[in-house]
């Protein structure tokens, strides 16, 4: 999508222009202008049309120029709030593509008000329009239409253009690294296995230009990861450790370690899960796709600030080799872990990657994994959850989250909670204590592993694929928890 910032409207050629539409459109910022533009006929078309939040409708303006024009509908204008505007932006970009539309005019300033400055509006409108637009290359051989993606997008403003291009420029950049995350996260597990993932991070790697690590079966046998090994030893596909350095400094100081669960097929190993619960199992890496999602961006961005992605990439399998109950494992860390249940993999390979992450530096550590059912039982499906050990840590996250609009609702993590986590007759630790807010036992052993360091955990079980179509995309993977990681880097970054 190429996005060109223009502030003479008389020359203006597209497919379509995008007028936000709200009481009183009089009132909107450039109306005049824009009314000349088509002979004062654009309050008489706009007299009958809904205000309301999100309504779409299609003019046909007899100007060759400009053939037609979407009204969106903002309500009023003087509540829209950024959130909003990412949400209405999402269906004008389902709008466009469903249109085929291949040129869009936007004029900015009716999407603005007294909060929403002309670079707000246009990165939301960048983010919300690359979103929106977004949908997955199936593997159909029939019916599956190439992809009409939106060609040139025309951003009408009288304002400064080098910063409003340079904010839509930044929206785009966090659309499409979500984006990359929803089609990993939607990829199915015998096409994208570990190796997969593996080589598409090395490639994500080459192209920024990021110190690249891949370490194979052998590597992590000589580490002692037995926390990896354990979950990856019923399969035939080897795993793999990713591990990707953004260096801001050369001395790659004080790095933030964003550490992803990468299962790209969870059976549930002998705690096998249930014919239904085993559907929809192929996303159980979508941790891992939110800090590759968030690695693009950093790529793109290049943040002040040093950051280390570390990826730990299996399926969990069954068969004669795989590990099973009862038995126990020594991790990296040298902690022995007593296996309650092998469905509860996912802390296991995070155990880890949280500890190979501290031995590469890492001074704040953020996990983030489809970690439970759990968090889906206590939050929903539209809320990520959280715990952290560092209170500061936690309210710069929060921050960003705020920014992205990304719900995270944090749980706690109590002494008692810590212990459970910690009985077992036979080894330091047990994998499953028990089902009771058992989100906050899988989030906290794997804190029993970054230890004192300051760490966030983030379980985006529930959120990571959407059940259905939403204002910002389509039923399948949502891409979560990368524009709010990328923006807690650039947060940090502003920070230091
Ligand atoms: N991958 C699952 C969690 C999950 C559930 C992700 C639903 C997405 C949707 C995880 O590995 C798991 O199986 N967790 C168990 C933990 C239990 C055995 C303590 C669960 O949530 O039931
Ligand atoms: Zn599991
Ligand atoms: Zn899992």
Not at 5 to 33: C, D, F, M, Y
Not at 161 to 173: K, L, N
Not at 234 to 254: C, Q
Request: charge should be negative; aromatic fraction near 8%; charged fraction near 25%.
């Amino acid at each position: 999508m190429n996005l060109i910032v223009q502030s003479n409207t008389e020359n203006v050629e597209a497919e379509i222009l995008v007028v936000g539409l709200s009481r009183h459109p009089e009132n909107t910022k450039g109306w005049q202008q824009f009314s000349e533009r088509f002979s004062g006929k654009l309050e008489g078309w706009t007299k009958d049309l809904s205000f309301d939040l999100k309504s779409l409708v299609t003019y046909p303006t007899l100007s060759g120029a400009i053939p037609r024009v979407l009204f969106v509908g903002l309500n009023e204008r003087k509540k829209l709030t950024e959130e909003d505007l990412r949400a209405v932006f999402g269906q004008v970009g389902k709008e466009l593509t469903k249109k085929k539309i291949k040129s869009a005019a936007v004029y900015l300033g009716s999407f603005q008000n007294d909060s929403i400055t002309a670079e707000n509006a246009a990165y939301l409108m960048a983010e919300g329009m690359t979103l929106g637009a977004y949908r997955f290359d199936d593997y159909k051989t029939t019916s599956n239409e190439p992809d009409s993606l939106i060609e040139t997008v025309s951003i009408l403003t009288e304002e400064d253009a080098e910063e409003v291009e340079a904010s839509a420029f930044i929206g785009q950049v966090f659309g499409l690294s979500v984006n990359e995350a929803r089609t990993l996260v939607n990829m199915p597990g015998n096409l994208l296995t570990a190796t997969a993932l593996a080589d598409y991070a090395q490639e994500l790697g080459n192209m920024y230009g990021f110190e690249t690590d891949i370490l194979g079966k052998a590597e992590l046998e000589e580490l002692g990861m037995g926390a990896i090994l354990a979950v990856n030893q019923g399969s035939v596909e080897e795993p793999r450790l990713i591990v990707l350095k953004y260096k801001a400094t050369e001395a790659f100081d004080n790095p933030l370690a964003l550490v992803g669960k990468g299962i790209t097929f969870d059976t549930g190993g002998y705690s096998l899960k249930p014919k239904d619960g085993i559907v929809g199992m192929k996303g159980d890496m979508g941790g891992a796709a939110a800090v590759l999602g968030a690695m693009q961006v950093i790529g793109e961005l290049k943040p002040e600030k040093n950051v280390v992605a570390v990826i730990a990439s299996t399926d969990n399998m069954v068969s004669g080799s795989a590990f099973k109950p009862d038995d126990v494992i020594t991790s990296l860390s040298g902690k022995t872990i007593e296996i309650l249940n092998t469905d509860a993999e996912g802390r296991l390979v995070l155990a880890d990657s949280v500890t190979y992450a501290k031995q590469l530096g890492a001074t704040h550590i953020v996990d983030v994994a489809t970690l439970t059912g759990g968090v889906i039982v206590a939050l929903g499906k539209d809320k990520t959850g959280a715990l952290t050990n560092d209170e500061a840590f936690f309210e710069t996250f929060m921050e960003a989250a705020l920014e992205t609009g990304e719900f995270v609702w944090r749980l706690p993590l109590t002494e008692s909670d810590k212990k459970r986590i910690r009985k077992s007759d036979v080894a330091d630790l047990n994998n499953s204590p028990g089902r009771d807010g058992h989100m906050i036992f899988g989030g906290g052993f794997v804190g029993e592993f970054a230890e004192e360091t300051p760490w966030i955990h983030l379980d985006i079980a529930g959120t990571s694929d959407a059940g259905s179509a939403y204002d910002l995309g389509p039923k399948g993977g949502t891409g979560v928890m990368v524009r709010t990681l990328a923006m807690l880097v650039e947060r940090m970054a502003e920070e230091q």
